[in-house]
T-cell receptor, first 112, second 114 residues
Framework: GQQLNQSPQSMFIQEGEDVSMNCTSS?????WLWYKQDPGEGPVLLIA?????ELTSNGRLTAQFGITRKDSFLNISASIPSDVGIYFC????????????FGGGTRVLVKP | DADVTQTPRNRITKTGKRIMLECSQT?????MYWYRQDPGLGLRLIYY???????NKGEISDGYSVSRQAQAKFSLSLESAIPNQTALYFC?????????????FGEGSRLTVL
């Protein structure tokens, strides 16, 4: 069954706001990844983290690999309308044949 | 043109029918995957293949089969579709030495089983 708990399940953003989401697991992962899915498209990799404690940025996105290797978070700063979509965390374990385990996703919507 | 192409993009079928979803890629990757996406459950791995002669079950392979016809082609079959197989299906490829964990997804095939 699913091993990654991603929260929140959904959120509304207002342009200019900073938002954050996180992913937790009962198991250790060697790699944490964050993907974004735009409506009608497949997910696309945003950020990959390969070392515990690593903090990596990609433009307005910042992600961290938790020191325990059981969690990760993603921050979006100064959100804009095109940030809407579904964000997925994913963990990878070398001993599991490098297969990815995905979180349930965080749906980001724009406040009306 | 998309590097990972799935057909059909949308399909409505009836319980008991056989369905095939096809995937072709121009990325030259050896590794190919089939995932299904359900709301709140994320993406779950159905089958994966690391080369033409290699087929492996994922976490939810029951009710599905696959065929790797060539390096560039990987098809998913539902021998006798049932309503709880209604989902969005994604094909993906990867090239591990380049960026571990990075998957390249197609645009998805939405399947509805009535």
């Amino acid at each position: 069954g699913q091993q990654l708990n991603q929260s929140p399940q959904s959120m509304f953003i207002q342009e200019g706001e900073d938002v954050s989401m996180n992913c937790t697991s009962s198991s250790i992962f060697n790699t944490w990844l964050w993907y974004k899915q735009d409506p009608g498209e497949g997910p696309v990799l945003l950020i990959a983290l390969y070392k515990a404690g690593e903090l990596t940025s990609n433009g307005r996105l910042t992600a961290q690999f938790g020191i325990t290797r059981k969690d990760s978070f993603l921050n979006i700063s100064a959100s804009i309308p095109s940030d809407v979509g579904i964000y997925f965390c994913a963990g990878q374990r070398t001993l599991a044949g490098n297969k990815l385990t995905f979180g349930g996703g965080t749906r980001v919507l724009v406040k009306p | 043109d998309a590097d990972v192409t799935q057909t059909p993009r949308n399909r409505i079928t009836k319980t008991g029918k056989r369905i095939m979803l096809e995937c072709s890629q121009t990325k030259g990757h050896d590794r190919m995957y089939w995932y299904r996406q359900d709301p709140g459950l994320g993406l779950r791995l159905i089958y994966y293949s690391f080369d033409v002669k290699d087929i492996n079950k994922g976490e939810i392979s029951d009710g599905y089969s696959v065929s790797r016809q060539a390096q560039a082609k990987f098809s998913l079959s539902l021998e006798s579709a049932i309503p709880n197989q209604t989902a969005l299906y994604f094909c993906a490829t990867s090239d591990p030495p380049t960026r571990p964990g990075e998957l390249f997804f197609g645009e998805g095939s939405r399947l509805t089983v009535l």
